[in-house]
């Protein structure tokens, strides 16, 4: 069932409503021209998952510290998804 953006911009961290506010502007802004809500339920999705993930926030801190490390090319450890999966019984 979907979600109100509303409901998922109340449940973002602080520090990470800004960026959603800008984004559903921004698709907002294309599907109205584009008459087409594709790209507004993709973005409303995304940020769901991230709603999701931040329900411990420590962790969640720690993996955007980890990908802006990454993105600006700093060497972190990092694994292979069959190693993790394996790490969480998956």
């Known amino acids: 069932m979907p979600v109100a953006p509303s409901a998922i911009r109340a449940a973002l961290p602080p520090e990470e409503a800004g960026e959603f506010d800008r984004e559903y502007r921004r698709v907002m802004a294309e599907a109205t021209e584009s008459l087409d809500l594709t790209g507004v339920l993709a973005m409303l999705r995304r940020w769901q998952r991230v709603v999701w993930s931040a329900r411990d926030p420590e962790a969640h801190r720690r993996m955007l510290d980890q990908a802006a490390r990454l993105s600006s090319g700093e060497d972190v450890a990092t694994e ?8 969480l019984g998956l």
């Open 80 to 87: 292979p998804w069959t190693t993790t999966k394996a790490r």
